[in-house]
């Protein structure tokens, strides 16, 4: 979505390296970390980027769909 709207390749690129290999863990009642899991989708919780991409996405979403809802 950031190279449809004219983002520099190596801005993308550095983004995308950000969320490469992501993992999460779950405590278990022990509070000790397991169940490790990989994601693969979203935003980072707490990433300081996630409410630039996020206005990004949904930027562009009205652009597509305002024209199907315009009287």
Do not use: A, M, S
């Given at each position: 979505m950031l190279r449809s709207r004219g983002a520099p390749e190596k801005f993308v690129d550095l983004?995308?390296?950000l969320h490469l290999g992501t993992t999460y863990d779950m405590q278990s009642d022990s509070g000790r970390a397991e169940n490790w899991f990989s994601v693969a989708t979203g935003f980072k919780q707490g990433d300081v980027n996630a409410p630039l991409l996020f206005n990004v996405?949904?930027?562009?979403?009205v652009r597509v769909f305002?024209?199907?809802?315009s009287h």
């Open positions: 983004i995308e390296n996405y949904i930027d562009t979403i305002q024209p199907l809802i």
